[in-house]
C-alpha cells in the first residue's frame, strides 16, 4: 500500500509487489503539486545514514514541522492529504486526525470504486491520537481503529485493506533509504521534495508500527466473514486423492459458483479467501501427493482426470449452484485446459495466464531443453508440502558448471544425484508427440471446448509461447470458440504481482498499468452473474500499443495489422558493424557467415543482461540487422514471421531471434522476450525431426509463438538480432542429427558453419 503522495523526484521503490508499485506509480501521476510558491521555497534537510537510523524520527519530525507553516495547494483533497502526513510525523497526531476526517466528509458525495490507501492511514492516526490524548497504548487504540474501521467494510473492500496491510515494512524501508541516498548530497531541498519525503517516511511509519498487530486482528476479522475448511480430501482414483482448501462466505446463505485452481506448488499465497471476498466459493486444489493427497506425484500426466473428479464433487456440495471456472498461471492454466479437454459438465468458463503446455513451452521451448525444467520437477517432487524457494545462485552454478562439463544432456539429473524417472521419460520425448499431445486439447478437439475462455498474457511472458499456441489451435479448429485474449507488456505472474510500472529497466505506458486480477475478477462476474462485460475486452485480440499509450481491439491475430513489411537480410554493406534489413531483396545473392566453436567455454561465466531497455546489444554467437530510420510513426503489431535461407555444414542447429527497436536516443527497446528459439530441424513439423542437408541451401519458414505491438516514432529503426543458442541453462545441439540428449563436448571437434542468405527475409504485420 503507498504513500497518498509522492515526489516526481524520488527514485522508485525498491520492487517488491508490482501492485504496490502500481498504485504508487498511478498516485505519483494524479498529484497536481504543491503551489507554485513551492518551487522557490527551500528547506534545510541532512539525510540521515539509514531509515532506520535513531536520528531519523527527530530528523524527520524536524523537516516536517518546518513545512508545516508554509505548505500550500491549491487542489483541496491533495492539500489535506499532504497536510495530515505532515501533521502526523511532526507528531500532531490530533491534527492529522482532524484532517483525515475533513477528507473524509470531502470525499463523501463520491463513493470510491474500491477501497482507498487512505484507509491505512486513518486507522493509524487515529489510534496515535487516541493514545496521546487518552494515553491508551497503542496496540489496544490501533485494534479499537481496525476493528472499527474494517468491520464496516464489505468483504472485498476488507480483503483488498488486510492484502495491503500484509505488505512487509521492508518495502517502504527501501523506499525511505533510496530517497535519502538521492538527497544525501543536499543541504537544501524544496519543499516539494519535503513533502513527498515525508509521506513517504510516514508509510514507513506506519507499516513499521502496526505489521506486529495485523496478522491476529485479520484472523479475527477473517473468522467472523469466512467458513474455511483447509483439509478437503478428494478421491480421484483407486488409492489416490487430492487435498483442496474450501473458503465460503457467510455474507450468502445461497449456493454459489466457485472458482477453482488446481495446482502443483504448495505456497504460502492462495486465492481462496480472495475469491470468496468477491462472492464465490474459493476452492484450491493441489496435484495428487501434494499436501496431503494421496498418490505419486508426476507431473501432467493425472492433472486432467483429477481436476475433473474435483469438479464433479464440487458440483454436488450443497453450497455449490453447480457451477464451476477454473483460473490459475502457468500450470494452473495448463490443469484448466487439461480438465476442458475432459468436458466436466459442471465446468463453464476459465480463466488462463501465461499458460504452460507440455512439449511446447515446458519442459522445452522451440524443441530445446531447459535445464530450469528439470530444476523445477526435482522442486515439485521432492516435497508433499510447501515447495522450495528457487536458489538463483545455486542453479546459476549449476547450470555453468554443468555447461563447462559437456557431458550428454541424458545425465543432467545425476548432477543433483540420482536418476529421475520423469525426466528421463521427458528426455525420450523431444518431439511434439503423442505423449504431450494427450494431456490438452490436440487440433480437432478444440471443437468440443466450448465454454467462454479468458487468456492473459504478456509481451514478456515465457508462458506466452504456450498460450498463443493454444489461442492460434483454439481459432483455428474451434469455428465456435468463445476465447478471448489480452495481452500487453507484462511478464510471468503479472496477474499475481500485479502490474509494475518499471519492468526490467522500460518504462510501462500508463494505459498498461491495468489491475488484471481485478479484471479477472470482472470477467468472471460478466460470465457466471450476468454483470457488465469489462469495458477492455472489446474483441477476440486485445492488446496494449507500446509507445501509444492505447489499448487496440481485433476479432483475430491476423487482424492486429492492415499490411505486412517484408524486410530482407542483406549481407552487404555494413552501418556501424550491423548488416542491413532492406525493404527490396538484393540483386546479387550474398551471405553473413557464423562460425560458431561449439567445444569453447570461455563464455559460461558471462551474465547476459535481462533488461528490456539497453544501451548496447549483446552479440555472443550472433549478428544484428538494422534497418534504415523509420520516415513516419508505424506501428508493428502480430507475430514475426519469414524466411531464412542458409547452408550450413551441420545437420541441425539451434537458432535465437530477437527484435528490438532502436530509439533516436540510442536505447534499444526488446520486442518480445524470451527471444524466439527453435531447433531447425523441427522448425517444419514440431512433432517430427527433419534433419538438414550439410552443404546445401537450405529454406525454413518461420512463424513465431512471440507476438509484439509496438509503435515506432520517426527515426526509430528495427534491428533483428540472428544467432545460435549456445550458453548455459539450455540444451546444446552440436548437429551430428544423434538425439541431442546423446551428443556430448565429443561432439564439438567441428566449429558449426552457417552462411545466412540475403534471401532471408523477416514479415512483420503493420499498421500506419
Known amino acids: ?88 510525523v511532526a507528531g500532531e497526531y490530533g491534527a492529522a486526525s482532524a484532517t483525515r476526517q475533513s477528507l473524509r466528509e470531502m470525499r463523501r458525495g463520491a463513493k470510491p470504486a474500491h477501497p482507498e490507501a487512505g484507509v491505512i492511514y486513518d486507522m493509524y492516526v487515529r489510534a496515535k491520537a487516541s493514545e ?11 485494534a479499537l481503529s481496525f476493528r472499527d474501521v474494517v468491520g464496516h467494510l464489505s468483504d472485498r473492500e476488507a480483503y483488498t485493506i488486510t492484502r495491503w496491510l500484509g505488505t512487509p515494512p521492508a518495502v517502504f524501508q527501501d523506499s525511505v533509504q533510496r530517497a535519502f541516498d538521492e538527497l544525501r548530497s543536499d543541504k537544501m531541498i524544496s519543499l516539494e521534495q519535503a513533502v513527498a519525503l515525508v509521506s513517504t517516511y510516514l508509510s514507513f511509519e506506519v507499516y513499521r508500527a502496526v505489521a506486529p498487530l495485523v496478522p491476529p486482528l485479520v484472523s479475527e476479522d477473517d473468522e467472523r466473514r469466512y467458513v474455511s475448511d483447509d483439509n478437503v480430501q478428494i478421491t480421484t482414483g483407486k488409492g489416490t486423492s487430492v487435498s483442496a482448501l474450501v473458503v465460503r462466505p457467510k455474507s450468502s446463505s445461497a449456493p454459489l459458483p466457485a472458482l477453482l485452481e488446481f495446482t502443483i506448488h504448495v505456497a504460502p499465497q492462495n486465492y481462496a479467501k480472495e475469491c470468496a471476498a468477491n462472492g464465490y466459493v474459493g476452492v484450491v486444489a493441489y496435484a495428487r501427493g501434494k499436501r496431503g493427497g494421496a498418490g505419486t506425484i508426476v507431473p501432467f500426466e493425472h492433472d486432467g482426470d483429477d481436476a475433473r473428479a474435483v469438479i464433479t464433487w ?84 549449476l547450470d555453468q ?22 525426466f528421463q521419460r521427458w528426455l525420450n520425448h523431444p518431439s511434439y508427440d503423442q505423449y504431450w499431445q494427450k494431456m490438452l486439447p490436440y487440433r480437432k478437439e478444440f471443437a468440443h471446448v466450448n465454454i467462454p475462455i479468458l487468456a492473459t498474457t504478456g509481451y514478456f511472458d515465457w508462458g506466452a509461447l504456450g498460450a498463443l499456441f493454444v ?38 505506458d500508463p494505459a498498461a498499468l491495468v489491475n488484471l486480477r481485478e479484471l479477472r475478477y470482472q470477467w468472471f462476474d460478466y460470465v457466471l452473474k450476468s454483470g457488465a462485460r469489462p469495458g477492455l475486452l472489446k474483441e477476440r485480440v486485445n492488446y496494449e500499443v507500446m509507445g501509444a499509450n492505447e489499448w487496440r481491439h481485433a476479432p483475430s491475430l491476423q487482424a492486429m495489422g492492415n499490411r505486412t513489411v517484408r524486410l530482407y537480410l542483406d549481407g552487404g554493406a555494413e552501418e556501424q558493424g550491423r548488416y542491413r534489413l532492406v525493404g527490396h531483396e538484393p540483386t546479387h545473392e550474398r551471405f553473413v557467415e557464423q562460425k560458431i566453436n561449439l567445444a569453447d567455454r570461455s563464455d559460461a561465466e558471462q551474465v547476459r543482461s535481462d533488461e528490456l531497455l539497453t544501451k548496447s546489444l549483446d552479440l555472443r554467437d550472433a549478428v544484428a540487422f538494422v534497418s534504415g530510420p523509420m520516415r513516419r510513426p508505424i506501428e508493428f503489431n502480430g507475430r514475426l514471421a519469414g524466411q531464412l535461407s542458409f547452408v550450413t555444414n551441420k545437420h541441425d542447429m539451434d537458432v535465437a531471434m530477437t527484435l528490438y527497436e532502436l530509439r533516436p536516443s540510442g536505447e534499444y527497446l526488446q520486442l518480445f522476450a524470451p527471444a524466439y528459439r527453435f531447433r531447425a530441424s523441427y522448425l517444419e513439423d514440431r512433432s517430427r525431426r527433419h534433419l538438414l ?42 548437429g551430428t542429427g544423434k538425439d541431442v540428449s546423446e551428443e556430448s563436448l565429443g561432439d564439438a571437434r567441428v566449429p558449426l558453419d552457417v552462411k545466412w542468405s540475403s534471401s532471408s527475409f523477416i514479415d512483420l504485420p503493420a499498421r500506419r
Open 314 to 397: 464440487i458440483a454436488r456440495q450443497s453450497w455449490s449452484d453447480g457451477r464451476v471456472a477454473m483460473y490459475g498461471t502457468g500450470y494452473s492454466a495448463f490443469v484448466a485446459w487439461a480438465a476442458a479437454k475432459r468436458a466436466p459438465p459442471a465446468l463453464k468458463a476459465f480463466a488462463a495466464s501465461g499458460t504452460l503446455v507440455p512439449g511446447i513451452n515446458w519442459p522445452m521451448s522451440g524443441n530445446i531443453f531447459l535445464d530450469s525444467s528439470y530444476r523445477w520437477l526435482r522442486r515439485v517432487t521432492q516435497s508433499k508440502d510447501a515447495d522450495a524457494a528457487p536458489d538463483d545462485e545455486h542453479a546459476r552454478a
Open 132 to 142: 496521546a490524548k487518552d494515553h491508551v497504548p497503542f496496540e489496544q487504540a490501533y
Open 471 to 508: 489461442y492460434a489451435q483454439d481459432a483455428e479448429f474451434n469455428p465456435h470458440s468463445d476465447q478471448l485474449l489480452l495481452i500487453g507488456p507484462y511478464e510471468h505472474g503479472a496477474i499475481e504481482r500485479g502490474v509494475a510500472p518499471l519492468l526490467r529497466g522500460y518504462a510501462l
Open 693 to 734: 542437408v550439410p552443404g546445401r541451401h537450405e529454406r525454413l519458414a518461420f512463424k513465431s509463438d512471440s507476438l509484439t505491438s509496438v509503435r515506432f516514432q520517426a527515426g526509430s529503426r528495427l534491428v533483428m538480432v540472428l544467432g545460435i543458442v549456445k550458453q548455459p541453462g539450455a540444451q546444446l545441439d552440436y
Open 1 to 88: 500500500m503507498p504513500s497518498e503522495s509522492v515526489s516526481s523526484r524520488r527514485a522508485p521503490p525498491a520492487p517488491a509487489t508490482a501492485a504496490l508499485l502500481t498504485l504508487l506509480y498511478v498516485a505519483c501521476a494524479s498529484v497536481a503539486g504543491v503551489a507554485v510558491a513551492a518551487d522557490r521555497q527551500q528547506l534545510y534537510f541532512r539525510a540521515p545514514a539509514a531509515a532506520t537510523d535513531p536520528a531519523t524520527p527527530a530528523a524527520m519530525r524536524s523537516l516536517a514541522e518546518r513545512a508545516l507553516p508554509v505548505y500550500q495547494d491549491s487542489d483541496r483533497e491533495q492539500f489535506l492529504r499532504n497536510l495530515s502526513a505532515l501533521q502526523a
Open 401 to 422: 558448471s554443468w555447461y563447462q562439463g559437456g557431458k550428454p544432456y541424458r545425465e543432467l539429473d545425476r548432477a543433483e544425484g540420482g536418476s529421475d524417472a520423469a
